[in-house]
């Protein structure tokens, strides 16, 4: 229907905004002028839509109506006029103009009491009833036949405020929550809410609204109690925000309050919210401060001066006024991630500075994370245990937990949540929420690699306890953990962070993919996720990663310090679990758009497989390998006995492009191998945290088995087993450096990855370069491979020949985070790493303009 508003004041924005939700079209708004320079928050609102807007400060001039005014209205062809609460005088010609006529809203029973100061009159006269009437309109304006009344109680300390928010707003508008029925109803009530205008309920008489609430899983958090009228028990003021209780038992928190008066303050802060501790601005601080002081008196100028105890909402702010200050705040102060609801939460101007002041310095967290500690090897690490949603930690939507193990000795380092099918729709929702309504794909690019920066920043500030969780966690040799799985970690952060603001073609930035799934192995928890995060986030995307179940610790450690860098809640979602529930639902989800993997080849498959099915959501897999690696007899042999071990034992040999198969030329072969054993036989297997340990346990149990059982299968097929092969005789999951020899093209060794320390040698014959080329290009795999030797043009040669995405010269695992990473054939597609990395994250449109 095409209707016309007629009215003012922030009721009537709230009736014209509820009715465009509505469907229907509002053709024109009628308001008053502007006071003291300030627009009628029913204009500002119809100003921001683009609707036909008049601002007339009569319609009658002694009672006769101005034909001007009756004529501008008479142009927007409206079908009803609904006037909301209208103060002013509107001609008979105008009421009865539209096709339906003319409704109000007023705030009492009608006939009972009218005019203005209708609920002041309700109050004054004592009455145990109140309402609001929605009546035709006639030439008394409030004496018109009734459409629909509602009723309500008149509670013994209500106040004229308290009756206008309930009942003067269209119904649906503004409600009062029902405590008395399940968490579950009162939660959906509550969100169903959210924003504008909010549920609310009475606390210590006053009307106090909820805003921000989500489901409690797992234990009630300590707190502090509070009565609530209406509710089945107290809620607990918790560190984390307001715990209620539905009628059933279970519960829910809210994680924001907003009072009568406007003020917003984060719920866990209610018993202290009217405590002061303010911090000293330094020189530059204060500069910033009297820039924003200049924000205030553009916005506010109808008010003088603006002085600390200057209250934004009091002196006339309306909601777009909110949106202004903030954006012109970010705009003149890059990289202070202020939100539309700090406004709220400090309305006054010192409190406002005090607000600002704490986000700049990075001081002002929304909430204390929860986090589990340990104490290891001398040194109290941080570990955070349960799923990263939406900002925060929580238990998984069951309940469910699992115990991750320590491969050192097979004991449980803590119990991890178990996320469920519901926790994946919700970390979804969470990155949707942020791409599509949040900060991160908006702001500036370089504020956005600033953050990066920051975040690379916090992770080196903390590398020896993520190298310490890393070690504990997956076992990997500390040393190696600190230098490569935390250091390459950082490096790669920052590499992404500098590419933020230089990201583009020609002169026009890519759009980004939107919301993205990364799934990740366990033999480089911590790399592997800023590998695939770091381009993804760089790009302007949001994402939910999921750890491999075994190694989930690094993942959300890093998911803290994501939140002390400032990036903002829900663009980074973590979900510790297992592949065939959490990985499948990403893969099937319809709302990410981009699923990003590294693993087996077989799972690879699968995923691409549903991700086809699913929306047909872009993929890049990095899979499985054999890789080649050939050693000429021309080589530099100390070189390629130590890069060659390296090539197959580091990491204890749980690396994607490990070294799965050598050709070692006849003529050195027995020497090469000789030294080999001879380097083997020197290396210290023991504790990862160990500093002087070459050689830490197998990830986990299972991979020590499938590794065991490879060896078996090498040896019945009638290879050699030079060295190793067995179980280290020690508690934990060790496994001995292992050597095979003899091995033929045919045996499953040759063919299968071990992804363990176990080196497979074949020999080739002298000068036979084309056939060892041959029999190295003989597999389903092309992600890595390699060749030593001192001839140049032989290098150049078998590197053009070799059918893998990466080819080491005379080295071995030697990767750059700006040179690209991916493979061919069954090892997947897509690339890691260097500014390749950043198409798997971005969309190339074309825009055709015509003048």
Not at 307 to 320: E, L, N, Q, R, Y
Not at 450 to 466: C, G, I, P, R, T
Not at 499 to 510: L, N, T
Not at 645 to 672: P, Q, T
Request: charged share 25%; net charge negative.
């Amino acid at each position: 229907m095409k209707l016309a508003i007629i009215g003012q004041s922030l009721f009537g924005q709230e009736v014209y905004s509820s009715l465009r939700k509505q469907g229907h079209k509002v053709v024109g708004v009628f308001t008053v002028p502007d006071k003291d320079g300030k627009a009628d928050p029913l204009a500002v609102a119809a100003e921001k839509d683009g609707t036909p807007l008049f601002k007339f400060p009569r319609w009658r001039n002694k009672g006769q109506p101005l034909p001007e005014v009756v004529d501008a209205y008479k142009s927007v062809g409206a079908e009803l006029n609904v006037m909301p609460f209208c103060s002013q005088f509107i001609p008979m010609n105008v009421i009865d103009h539209p096709k339906h006529g003319s409704i109000i809203y007023h705030p009492s029973i009608l006939p009972l009491h009218r005019g203005a100061s209708a609920i002041n009159w309700t109050l004054i006269h004592g009455d145990e009833k109140a309402g609001f009437t929605v009546f035709w309109a006639d030439d008394g304006l409030d004496t018109g036949p009734i459409l629909l009344q509602r009723e309500c109680a008149v509670e013994p300390d209500d106040t004229v405020d308290t009756l206008y928010n309930r009942f003067l707003f269209p119904e649906g508008i503004k409600a009062m929550v029902d405590l008395a029925q399940p968490a579950k109803a009162i939660h959906n009530w509550i969100r169903g809410h959210d924003k504008v205008p909010g549920a609310w309920a009475l606390i210590g008489g006053q009307s106090v609204t909820f805003y921000g609430s989500s489901m409690l899983s797992g234990s009630v958090p300590a707190g502090q109690p509070l009565e609530i009228e209406g509710a089945s028990q107290p809620g607990i003021i918790s560190k984390n925000g307001l715990v209620l209780f539905g009628n059933d038992g279970k519960a829910l928190l809210v994680k924001n309050l907003q009072f009568e008066d406007g003020k917003m303050i984060p719920a866990s802060k209610y018993f202290s919210s009217g405590e002061n501790s303010s911090v000293e601005l330094t020189n530059e601080e204060k500069q910033m401060a009297e820039e924003i002081r200049n924000i205030w008196k553009a916005i506010l100028s109808n008010v003088p001066a603006i002085v600390d105890t200057t209250d934004f909402f009091k002196s006339g702010a309306a909601s777009m006024d909110v949106v202004r200050l903030v954006e012109e705040v970010k705009q003149k102060c890059a990289g202070v991630q202020l939100q539309n609801e700090d406004v709220y939460m400090a309305t006054t101007f010192q409190d406002f500075i005090q607000i600002f002041v704490r986000k700049l310095r990075g001081e002002d967290q929304e909430e204390e994370l929860t986090i589990d500690y340990v104490k290891v090897n001398n040194m109290t690490v941080k570990m955070p245990y349960q799923c990263f949603i939406n900002g925060k930690f929580e238990d998984a939507e069951d309940g469910k937990t699992y115990s991750t193990i320590n491969p050192t000795d097979g004991s449980v380092i803590c119990k991890v949540s178990y996320a469920a099918v519901g926790d994946v729709d919700r970390a979804v929702a969470a990155a949707k929420e942020a791409f599509d309504n949040g900060p991160w794909g908006r702001m500036n690019p370089r504020d956005r690699g600033s953050l990066l920066y920051k975040l690379a920043d916090l992770m080196e500030e903390h590398q020896e306890e993520l190298a310490t969780i890393e070690s504990i966690d997956s076992g990997a040799v500390y040393t190696l953990a600190l230098k490569t799985h935390v250091g390459m970690s950082i490096q790669t952060f920052r590499y992404f962070a500098g590419w933020c603001d230089k990201i583009q073609v020609g002169a026009k930035p890519f759009p980004s993919t939107k919301v993205c799934a990364i799934v990740i192995p366990w033999n480089y928890p911590l790399m592997m996720l800023a590998w695939k995060s770091a381009a993804c986030l760089a790009a302007g995307n949001t994402l939910v990663l999921k750890p491999a179940q075994v190694t989930p610790l690094t993942a959300l450690k890093f998911a803290e310090l994501s939140v002390k860098a400032g990036i903002p809640k829900g663009v980074i979602n973590i979900l510790p679990g297992s592949g065939g529930m959490v990985g499948q639902r990403l893969s099937d989800h319809p709302d990410i758009r981009k699923l990003g993997f590294t693993g087996s080849t077989p799972v690879g498959k699968q995923i691409m497989k549903s991700c086809a099915l699913s929306n047909l959501k872009k993929v890049s897999l990095e899979l499985g390998g054999k890789s080649p690696l050939i050693i000429f007899s021309d080589c530099d042999m100390d070189k390629a006995v130590r890069m060659g071990m390296s090539s197959v034992f580091f990491n204890k040999g749980e690396n994607c492009i490990a070294a799965g198969r050598l050709f070692v030329e006849e003529s050195i072969h027995d020497e090469y191998i000789r030294r080999v054993v001879e380097e083997i036989m020197k290396m210290k297997i023991g504790d990862p945290l160990d500093r002087s340990t070459d050689h830490g346990p197998q990830n986990h149990k299972a991979h020590l088995d499938k590794l065991l059982e490879y060896c078996e299968i090498g040896v019945k097929e009638g290879a050699t087993l030079v060295y190793g092969g067995k179980q280290v005789d020690r508690p934990g999951f060790f496994m001995q450096p292992t050597v095979f020899t003899d091995v033929e093209d045919h045996m499953f060794i040759a063919k299968e990855e071990s992804f363990g320390p176990v080196m497979v040698v074949s020999k080739f014959r002298n000068g036979d370069v084309d056939g060892v080329l041959q029999r190295a290009n003989d597999t389903e795999y092309g992600l890595a491979s390699g060749v030593f030797t001192r001839d140049i043009n032989k290098a150049m040669y078998v590197s053009e020949q070799l059918e893998a995405g990466t080819v080491f010269v005379n080295t071995y695992n030697k990767t750059d985070v700006a040179s690209p990473f991916g493979g061919f054939k069954q090892s997947g597609f897509g690339k890691d790493l260097g500014e390749d990395a950043l198409s798997e994250y971005l969309k190339t449109k074309a825009v055709t303009v015509e003048y």
